[in-house]
Nanobody
Framework: QVQLVESGGGLVQPGGSLRLSCAAS????????MGWYRQAPGKQRELVAV???????NYADSVKGRFTTSRDNAKNTVYLQMNSLRPEDTAVYYC????????????WGQGTQVTVSS
């Protein structure tokens, strides 16, 4: 059974920082591209960052220079460090695991709420 469990969300003031974690189980973590998505109320889910199984991370233009994703394959965990947070970063953040070999090898976490407000 595959599980992706996010943690680290919460309420933070503008300009603040949060670090999200996503712990994976039931998959060979090192083979998967790991992504972070977010969905704000009334908006579509959007890609925030992705870190491939063997390559450099890519980021949405809206978070470049502020967010950093990293992975620890020994711990089956991917992280999203979010700095200089803005109110428009408020959303539910989802962890995603995608295997490049099959369109069915895609898994999602349950999401964690991030609220940026004073």
């Amino acid at each position: 059974q595959v599980q992706l469990v996010e943690s680290g969300g919460g309420l933070v003031q503008p300009g603040g920082s949060l670090r999200l974690s996503c712990a994976a189980s039931g998959i060979i973590f090192g083979l998967y591209d790991m992504g972070w998505y977010r969905q704000a109320p009334g908006k579509q889910r959007e890609l925030v960052a992705v870190i491939p199984s063997g390559g450099r991370a890519n980021y949405a233009d809206s978070v470049k220079g502020r967010f950093t994703t990293s992975r620890d394959n020994a711990k089956n965990t991917v992280y999203l460090q979010m700095n200089s947070l803005r109110p428009e970063d408020t959303a539910v953040y989802y962890c995603n695991a995608a295997g490049s070999w099959s369109v069915t090898a895609v898994y999602w976490g349950q999401g964690t709420q991030v609220t940026v407000s004073s």
